[in-house]
């Protein structure tokens, strides 16, 4: 073992570590007693530099490896580097949005956190062994716990976290339950040991066991059907861009963990959720999760007058679609998958960028506050048009190609019999259900006329820019999707799977 | 040069978007420019083109190879009938919103976005393309009738766009399955249509991609979203949506579900046949008793498109190219129409209503308004000399030859279509019974009547007559001499992308 080796393939984790330090440190000794604007301006500044620094190191020097003889404590490929440099892009937008915010004066705190949320999300992303798992779910998890509960002035904040910390700590024993199981039965705590190790045992009841807890403990990171019941209350009550970080950030990085643990970990006992031609296993038990995400999560979101919890629902919605790309499991539906999170990502935190203007301007996020915003504020309301309409589903944004490739990639499994058809199908249906959600927040925007006594609505710069470049974003991924897929491609090709 | 009236549509989109605010004039007149601009692009291209059986290509670019997906534009007969209709419908659209005060910007940009998806559905040859530009104009639809619409229009808005959006998800499941099962390798409308996807496949899967796109070409039962989306749209609105926006639907029926899925074809054509015969007598019935004069024009929409969707499945010759002809004919007379009522009419008299425009003896008030009515309903009820004519009559003998009995319902169909035109013109503008409205019958419309009375009705202004002397002519020139047209329709079907329909002995 070579420490020296060791920080060099962690040096982007360490960069987000130092900057977050910094930021302590210079909020705490410096700044404290400046004003919050500059407090905030600052702290936000530090943090997207040590991002930006960590992106441009990876982009740099491209690294192969498994670190520690190949136990996959920490993974470094094409592919991991890939989604940590989408994390970080996910991580600067949060910071931009949270600059104008003032729902607290614990500045170098939240973006401290903000950070190490992040480290944790990117050893999350590229480990492969279930200590390490688990390690880096709970940094993630407590950093995001704490972001929930940050507006101290606010109780739903206080409340949403808590309903969030304690689902989340049941989750979490039921995550360590099932890995446990896991390492009982096998010995090993790589997973693609394990899967050797699993191979031609068949499905014993242990092992059933097994991978249901741990697809409970990973249900409720990503946020599906039946593990979804804190996320409505956790995105209404946190601060508005501390529930984009978890929609988007944390989304990912749950996502590229549960296809990793499902795939690697439980290769050869997939059995098959095929139409007619069910055969016991992980497979099937994610897709009846998927299909309940998409009913539920589209039809209750029909009835929000919340635009926070809209969004909630649209994302319990969006995590079923997600699932139908990690029960499909090849070259494909992984390149399928990140293709939908990143661009989702994208997308969800510009939606609550816009939610934060405006409930900065009118104090709450309800639907009606929205009336008429495209005359009171153009450019967001088109950014906000944009979100929606991707999020729906409309070419030629990101939200377009992402459910066409993911479709794709979910019938491609079996191009003969088509046997995911009922669910792709079922996830085309619900997603026209979407549509008319999607349309009264933009019924509300552009075809209502805004109150006679509307407040005037201040759109921060900062935000102006971040929302535009993300709506440029969403715009070009989606009218242009080799940009993003070229590379994904390529990277899952060198990883080999 | 043809894939210019996409490219110029959306930058007048962009050029309206960064427009300062408050210029209504330069709006108007950029928006003019740029339909005018698509129109001529249109027609040059047509003329430089001149397809025969061979399918000119417009552009081909590599877009996303590792699935496949090509940005390819092509062109043959059908598609530049159809281009050439939504130049006219576009230029006439924005001449008769000449008068739109309200956020007169954002109407134009969303109907140049319209526009610039329409001209895409109909030249697009790769089918991930075609279906991108296919949704893409939903979405301002949606928006022009909810916004600038009349009528309960946010729910006739809401209605339309979840009609259309069950349509293409039907579209898309179809579409998304078929190619899976050609190996994942190509979206190329030649290269599928060359695919012989296996006979259960194209069983269920024909009739989903149909249907799906039919639904937006007011197919029986699924026409319910037209009558009520024309009602509430504003006038441009409602002639675009009848006059090009159905025509997708249908054109989306020709050109992917039928080549495509020949063998499902065979096995549903007397079904879908039922379906469109039904449409045509159902419609015009409806329309016969309607009180709302938009509402007559709205069900007439759906009668006439029952003509197209039964040429289609024909599967004969002149059955083919009389459809494609009566998707020209019915864009330009239903925007005609739509026109008079909506701009008009009803921008005058703010009534729709049948009984109370009776006592306004219009034909006098607005002459050009009655001229323009009596030519648009002689060709709409298929008298010879105008498009309607070839078209229908063409359709009925390809229907004819496959379907007799369905022929003698459709040429019911006809005479219904006579009756309901009449009705409305009698009523609508030579109502002689102004002195015959009871007051206390009548209370609500003689004081509408009252209100008008004083009021002499603005004059027709110079847009709205241009508008429909376009128009007009169109369909004159169409119906004279149908052969501009037909040469270039007839043709097209000899070309490789039919071979699946001609190898099955269908035609």
């Known amino acids: 073992m070579n420490y020296f080796e060791l920080l060099k393939l962690a040096m982007p984790e360490t960069i987000l570590v130092i900057a977050a330090l910094a930021v302590l440190a210079v909020d705490l000794g410096v700044m404290r007693a400046e004003a919050l604007q500059y407090r905030m301006l600052l702290s936000a500044l530090i943090s997207c530099v040590g991002c930006v620094a960590a992106i441009f190191w990876m982009f740099n020097i491209e690294q192969h490896a498994n670190f520690l003889n190949g136990s996959g404590m920490l993974v470094v490929d094409p592919l991991t580097q890939l989604v940590k440099e989408a994390l970080l892009v996910l991580t600067v937008f949060t910071v931009v949005i949270s600059i104008e915010s003032n729902f607290t004066d614990h500045v170098g705190e939240y973006f401290a956190l903000l950070l190490m949320a992040t480290v944790g999300m990117m050893f999350l992303v590229s480990s492969e062994n279930i200590l390490m798992i688990f390690v880096s779910l709970e940094l993630t998890s407590l950093s995001l716990y704490i972001l929930t509960a940050f507006n101290k002035q606010n109780i739903k904040s206080a409340e949403a976290a808590l309903k969030y910390f304690l689902f989340g700590g049941m989750a979490a024993a039921f995550t360590l339950f099932g890995l446990s199981l896991l390492y009982g039965l096998t010995g090993e705590v790589n997973l693609i040991q394990i899967a050797l190790k699993l191979k031609g045992t068949g499905l014993d009841p242990l092992l059933i066991v097994a991978i249901v807890m741990t697809i409970i403990g990973l249900g409720f990171k990503v946020a599906a059907v039946p593990f979804h019941l804190w996320a409505p209350d956790a995105y209404e009550g946190a601060p508005t861009p501390s529930a984009a970080f978890i929609a988007s950030g944390s989304k990912v990085a749950s996502f590229f963990i549960a296809a990793k643990v499902m795939m690697l970990g439980f290769a050869g006992v997939e059995g098959s959720a095929a139409w007619r031609d069910y055969a016991s296993g992980w497979v099937p038990v994610v897709a009846i999760g998927a299909a309940l995400s998409m009913l539920l999560g589209n039809l209750v979101a029909i009835v929000q007058s919340s635009v926070k919890r809209l969004l909630a629902y649209s994302a319990i919605a969006h995590a079923g679609y997600m699932l139908l790309a990690v029960l499909s499991?090849?070259?494909?539906?992984?390149?399928?998958?990140?293709?939908?999170?990143?661009?989702?990502?994208?997308?969800?935190?510009?939606?609550?960028?816009?939610?934060?203007?405006?409930?900065?301007?009118?104090?709450?996020?309800?639907?009606?506050?929205?009336?008429?915003?495209?005359?009171?504020?153009?450019?967001?309301?088109?950014?906000?048009?944009i979100?929606?309409?991707?999020?729906?589903?409309?070419?030629?944004?990101?939200?377009?190609?992402?459910?066409?490739?993911?479709?794709?990639?979910?019938?491609?499994?079996?191009?003969?019999?088509?046997?995911?058809?009922?669910?792709?199908?079922?996830?085309?249906?619900?997603?026209?259900?979407?549509?008319?959600?999607?349309?009264?927040?933009?019924?509300?925007?552009?075809?209502?006329?805004?109150?006679?006594?509307?407040?005037?609505l201040h759109t921060p710069m900062a935000s102006k820019v971040a929302l535009s470049l993300l709506a440029a974003g969403v715009l070009v991924l989606g009218a242009a999707p080799n940009l993003l897929l070229e590379r994904l491609l390529a990277a899952i090709k060198s990883v080999g799977y | 040069m043809l894939a210019w009236t996409i490219y110029i549509s959306f930058l007048g989109v962009l050029v309206l978007m960064l427009l300062p605010k408050g210029n209504a004039r330069a709006a108007r007149s950029i928006a003019l420019l740029t339909a005018i601009a698509g129109f001529v692009i249109a027609l040059t291209g047509t003329l430089q083109l001149k397809p025969g059986s061979e399918i000119a290509t417009v552009a081909k670019l590599n877009w996303i190879p590792s699935l496949g997906i090509d940005f390819f534009l092509a062109a043959d007969g059908i598609s530049l009938t159809l281009v050439l209709l939504t130049g006219i419908a576009a230029v006439a659209g924005i001449l008769f919103s000449w008068n739109i005060e309200h956020r007169v910007k954002e109407f134009f940009a969303f109907y140049l976005a319209l526009i610039g998806g329409v001209y895409g559905v109909f030249i697009s040859f790769d089918l991930f393309l075609l279906f991108v530009f296919y949704e893409l104009a939903i979405i301002p639809k949606y928006f022009l009738i909810a916004i600038w619409g009349s009528t309960r229009k946010e729910y006739g808005a809401m209605k339309l766009a979840l009609y259309s959006f069950v349509g293409s998800a039907m579209v898309l499941i179809g579409i998304v399955a078929a190619y899976v099962v050609a190996g994942s390798k190509t979206m190329s409308l030649l290269e599928l249509a060359k695919y012989p996807f296996p006979e259960h496949f194209q069983y269920w899967a024909f009739p989903l991609v149909f249907v799906g796109f039919a639904i937006l070409a007011g197919l029986w039962p699924f026409h319910t979203w037209a009558p009520t989306g024309h009602v509430a749209a504003p006038t441009a609105a409602s002639m675009l949506l009848a006059g090009v926006v159905m025509k997708l639907g249908a054109y989306g029926c020709l050109r992917v579900a039928m080549t495509l899925f020949p063998l499902g074809l065979v096995a549903w054509r007397n079904e879908i046949a039922l379906l469109a015969v039904i449409g045509i007598v159902y419609g015009a019935m409806v329309a016969l008793v309607q009180k709302d004069f938009k509402f007559v024009i709205g069900y007439s929409s759906v009668s006439h498109m029952g003509f197209v969707l039964l040429g289609l499945v024909t599967l004969n010759e002149i059955g083919l190219s009389g459809a494609v002809l009566q998707m020209f004919s019915h864009g330009i007379i239903a925007s005609l129409l739509f026109a008079v009522v909506?701009?008009?009419?009803?921008?005058?008299?703010?009534?729709?209503?049948?009984?109370?425009?009776?006592?306004?003896?219009?034909?006098?008030?607005?002459?050009f308004a009655a001229m323009t009515f009596v030519v648009a309903s002689v060709a709409s009820m298929g008298l010879p000399g105008f498009s309607g004519f070839v078209a229908e009559l063409q359709v009925l003998i390809g229907a004819w030859q496959a379907f007799p009995t369905f022929a003698v319902l459709a040429g019911g169909g006809i005479l219904i279509g006579m009756a309901y035109t009449l009705r409305v013109l009698q009523k609508a503008f030579f109502g002689d019974v102004i002195t015959d409205v009871s007051p206390q019958q009548n209370e609500e419309e003689s004081a509408a009547l009252s209100r008008a009375q004083p009021h002499p009705l603005e004059p027709i202004s110079i847009p709205e007559r241009i508008g429909a002397v376009i128009l007009m002519a169109t369909t004159l020139v169409i119906g004279l001499y149908p052969r501009l047209l037909l040469d270039l329709i007839v043709s097209s079907f000899s070309s490789p992308l039919f071979e699946g329909l001609r190898k099955g002995g269908l035609f």
């Open chain 2, 342 to 367: 909506g701009r008009m009419v009803y921008d005058r008299t703010h009534t729709r209503d049948l009984a109370a425009l009776e006592g306004m003896n219009l034909a006098k008030a607005m002459p």
């Open chain 1, 329 to 385: 499991h090849d070259k494909a539906a992984v390149a399928s998958l990140i293709y939908y999170a990143v661009t989702y990502g994208l997308t969800t935190i510009g939606a609550f960028g816009v939610v934060a203007v405006v409930e900065n301007g009118a104090g709450d996020d309800k639907l009606i506050r929205f009336a008429g915003l495209s005359r009171r504020a153009p450019v967001v309301a088109f950014c906000m048009m």
């Open chain 1, 387 to 456: 979100f929606m309409l991707s999020l729906a589903g409309i070419p030629p944004l990101a939200g377009f190609f992402g459910k066409f490739y993911l479709f794709a990639a979910a019938l491609g499994t079996d191009p003969k019999n088509l046997g995911l058809l009922w669910l792709v199908a079922f996830a085309i249906a619900m997603s026209v259900v979407s549509l008319f959600y999607y349309l009264q927040v933009l019924k509300q925007i552009y075809v209502v006329d805004s109150p006679v006594k509307a407040p005037a």
